[in-house]
């Protein structure tokens, strides 16, 4: 059974900084593109970035490039996403996804990350 | 960034009955490769997104046959032959053809 799951998430103000990580298991992790999504409450989604299956390429929208980075370890079959100076507007629960670019063949539960002062 | 825009955003719908929502594209969704990178995702309420169709007309593994996709270019439809209780939710069309995918507002599917 495929399974995603994140953690890390919770409160922190404008500024900080915050790691998620993703524990994956029921597939081959090193052979696939992985993703994270985001949606704001109440929201639709939003793409925040993806990595290649060995982590050699790392593509991020323009909202977040700069301030987050996606990276992996596939000895631990784990995805993380480090976030730094946070805005209120990064406010949203965070989607780890198995896919890339192309579509999304399944998605973690999701993290909530608030950012507020 | 290409625009996706949904229609309709609300749709109550008879148990039983057909449902169709539409998806249209900013610019053309064919990708240099040949194909169409169009996919449609379910969210129920409370849940996480799941995988419906891909790459236009596919169905996800698990996903009823009530559910289908069609169309090219820049227009796209959803459509659920028959709507059962469990089909609330919100529907997104998602595009993966352009940097970066981008997302219809999404479709709010309910049971009148």
């Known amino acids: 059974e495929v399974q995603l799951v994140e953690s890390g998430g919770g409160l922190v103000q404008p500024g900080e900084s915050l790691r998620l990580s993703c524990a994956a298991s029921g597939f081959t992790f090193s052979g696939s593109w992985m993703s994270w999504v985001r949606q704001a409450p109440g929201k639709g989604l939003e793409w925040v970035g993806n990595i290649k299956e060995d982590g050699s390429e790392k593509y991020y929208v323009d909202s977040v490039r700069g301030r987050f980075t996606i990276s992996r370890d596939n000895t631990k079959n784990s995805l993380y996403l480090q976030m730094n100076s946070l805005r209120v507007e990064d406010t949203a629960v965070y989607y780890c996804a198995r896919g890339g670019t192309y579509y999304i063949v399944f998605w973690g539960q999701g993290a909530l990350v608030t950012v507020s002062s | 960034d290409v625009v996706m825009t949904q229609s309709p955003l609300s749709l109550p719908v008879t148990l039983g009955q057909p449902a169709s929502i539409s998806c249209r594209s900013s610019q053309s969704l064919v990708h240099s490769d040949g194909n169409t990178y169009l996919n449609w995702i379910q969210q129920r309420p409370g849940q996480s997104p799941r995988p419906l169709i891909y790459?236009?007309?596919n169905r996800d593994s698990g996903v009823p046959d009530r559910f289908s996709g069609s169309g090219s270019g820049t227009d796209f439809t959803l459509k659920i032959s028959r709507v059962e209780a469990e089909d609330v939710g919100v529907y997104y069309c998602m595009q993966g053809t352009h940097w970066p995918p981008t997302f219809g507002q999404g479709t709010r599917l309910e049971i009148k």
């Open positions: 790459k236009v007309s």
